[in-house]
């Protein structure tokens, strides 16, 4: 072979190794898109509302928490591994997240340590005043909270502020067995 035709062979080989280079490139997927996607879907009043309804004929535990407040950074491990031991006698637990939009990072770094089993939700921005007392007449939105949901649907009991496991037992326990 010529010093001509192994230059071109050289170029084609060149060229055929950067094509593949950058089609892999393209089929990498890409960081942000794929957190993004794994972000709690935003809720306002009637999402809420439409959420407890959701889960009718389960007990249900709502956990309000916010990267920004500590004692919901304490109790959600906690919450996770309730949820974990109690699922098997059918209880359901929902989280909601109170952090704005510009703490969207935090949230979502302490959803990856944590690993959450149960869903998680975000309070849509605005509409503050609407989505509390959707929840609960008179809640002023203090963190941590907890609200107890019976199997027909009607909230029969909430902590307000952070709470030990053992009251959150008794609760739970009372809760599945429809005592409350």
Request: net charge positive.
């Amino acid at each position: 072979m010529n010093m001509g035709a192994m230059m071109m062979s050289l170029r084609s080989g060149l060229v055929l190794l950067w094509f593949l280079a950058g089609a892999g490139a393209l089929a990498a997927p890409q960081t942000p898109k794929t957190a993004a996607a794994r972000d709690p879907a935003l809720i306002d009043a009637q999402g809420y509302e439409k959420l407890v309804q959701q889960y009718r004929g389960k007990p249900l535990v709502v956990t309000f928490w916010a990267t920004w407040c500590e004692p919901c950074r304490d109790e959600y491990p906690m919450l996770n591994e309730l949820a974990k031991q109690y699922a098997p006698q059918g209880l359901k637990v929902v989280g909601v997240n109170l952090d704005d939009d510009g703490d969207l990072i935090l949230m979502r770094r302490f959803m990856a340590r944590y690993k959450p089993i149960f869903p998680n939700y975000r309070r849509k921005p605005g509409e503050e005043e609407t989505f509390r007392q959707a929840v609960l007449p008179g809640w002023n939105g203090s963190l941590p909270a907890s609200f107890f949901y019976a199997k027909d649907g009607k909230q029969v009991g909430n902590f307000i502020g952070e709470r030990n496991r053992e009251t959150y037992e008794g609760a739970i326990r009372s809760l599945l067995s429809g005592s409350n």
